[in-house]
C-alpha cells in the first residue's frame, strides 16, 4: 500500500476510472481477456519498459508531443526506466490498456466513462484501468460563418437551413461529440441531408481549409482554445461561434461523462462573450493491475515537473 506520503501527491493528482478499447497496432502481447482480464495473476513493474500509446516520438500532434515531454520526465527522473512509443488513436487506446498491451496511453475521460458502463461505441463493458492524471480538457465548439442565417443551435433546428457541415473523422471523439450535442437539439445527420445540407467527416485541418475557402459553413469541433485552425480561418472569414444552453449541457453531462465549460471571450478575435459549452478531459491512463509503487514514481514524477509539462 502508499505511504503516508505516498497518498498526499497521489491524491493531488491521480484520479481513478475506468474503461477500454480495440487497438490494431503495436505493443506489448496480451496479457488477459481482452474483457473478463486475468484477475489471479500478480502483476510485475512496469518501469523497466513502458511502453506508451498514443504518441510518436518527435511528431508533430498534440499527443506526440507531450507524449515525448512525459517520456522526457519520467525516464529522466524514475531509474533505469525505458519508454516505447506505440502508434494509437483515442478509441482504440482504451482497450489496448485494458488488455494489457501498453502500460500508459492517451484517452478521452468520455470514452473510459462510456467503456466503464458498455456504452457506445462500446460493445461490452471494459473496466481493467486506472487513469493517472488528467492532461488538457479539450471542448466543443461550433463555429459558424458569420453570413449564415442562424445564431443558435435552436435557430439550426427550427429554420432547418441548407447547411454543410464538418464533424470531425467518422468514430473520433469530436464526431461523436458531434452527433450528441446535435441529437439533443433533435436534430441527426439525415435531417441535415434532407434539408438539403451536407454532413462531412473531415479532420480539423481539411475542415479549417475548406472554411476559409467558404466549402462549408459550420465546423462543430473540439479542441482547447484557442485553437490554431480556428485562428487562421478567422484572418480571412468572419466567424461566430453557437453557445450550447445549459439545460442541453446538463443533459449531456449526465448521459456521456462530458463536464460543463466555457469558451473564453479572448480566446479569438470574433468572440462577444464567454460562450457556453463542454467539455471533456484528455487522460493518461494505466492497466487496473499497474503495481501501487510505479504508479506513484510515475505521478510523482510528472507532480514535480510540470512547469516543464505546461511548457510542452
Not at 519498459?49 to 525516464?75: E, H, K, P, R, S
Not at 466513462?113 to 479539450?138: C, I, N, Q, T, W
Not at 450528441?180 to 436534430?187: F, K, P, S, T, V
Not at 469558451?263 to 494505466?286: C, H, M, N, Q, W
Request: aromatic letters at 8%; charged letters at 25%; proline letters at 5%.
Amino acid at each position: 500500500m502508499f505511504s503516508k506520503n505516498q497518498k498526499l501527491l497521489v491524491v493531488g493528482l491521480v484520479v481513478l476510472l475506468l474503461a477500454s478499447f480495440l487497438v490494431g497496432c503495436g505493443g506489448k502481447e496480451p496479457s488477459q481477456d481482452p474483457v473478463q482480464g486475468d484477475q489471479g495473476k500478480e502483476a510485475k513493474s512496469i518501469l523497466s519498459d513502458i511502453y506508451l500509446v498514443g504518441a510518436t516520438q518527435g511528431g508533430g500532434g498534440v499527443w506526440d508531443m507531450v507524449g515525448t515531454g512525459l517520456a522526457n520526465v519520467i525516464q529522466k527522473n524514475v531509474p533505469d526506466c525505458r519508454i516505447t512509443f506505440v502508434p494509437g488513436e483515442g478509441l482504440a487506446n482504451v482497450k489496448t490498456i485494458h488488455k494489457g498491451e501498453g502500460d500508459l496511453g492517451f484517452m478521452h475521460s468520455t470514452m473510459a466513462f462510456a467503456a466503464s458502463k458498455g456504452k457506445e461505441p462500446f460493445d461490452a463493458v471494459y473496466d481493467k484501468v486506472r487513469a493517472l492524471f488528467s492532461v488538457y480538457d479539450p471542448s466543443m465548439q461550433f463555429v459558424v460563418l458569420k453570413s449564415f442565417p442562424i445564431d443558435s443551435l435552436e435557430e439550426l433546428a427550427e429554420k432547418k437551413p441548407a447547411i454543410r457541415l464538418a464533424v470531425g473523422d467518422p468514430g473520433s471523439i469530436t464526431e461523436l461529440a458531434s452527433r450528441a450535442l446535435l441529437e439533443e437539439y433533435g436534430i441527426t445527420y439525415k435531417d441535415i441531408e434532407s434539408w438539403g445540407g451536407k454532413v462531412l467527416y473531415k479532420s480539423m485541418g481539411e475542415a479549417s481549409d475548406m472554411m476559409g475557402d467558404r466549402l462549408i459553413d459550420a465546423i462543430s469541433i473540439t479542441g482547447t482554445a484557442p485553437m490554431g485552425a480556428l485562428q487562421e480561418v478567422a484572418t480571412s472569414q468572419d466567424l461566430k461561434m453557437l453557445s450550447i444552453s445549459k439545460e442541453v449541457v446538463d443533459r449531456i453531462v449526465e448521459r456521456y461523462g462530458f463536464s460543463p465549460a466555457a469558451v473564453p471571450k479572448d480566446a479569438y478575435p470574433f468572440l462577444e462573450a464567454d460562450v457556453p459549452t463542454f467539455s471533456f478531459r484528455v487522460i493518461i491512463g494505466t492497466p487496473a493491475d499497474t503495481p501501487e509503487d510505479d504508479i506513484y514514481q510515475i505521478v510523482k514524477a510528472v507532480g514535480e515537473n510540470l512547469d516543464y509539462m505546461h511548457n510542452v
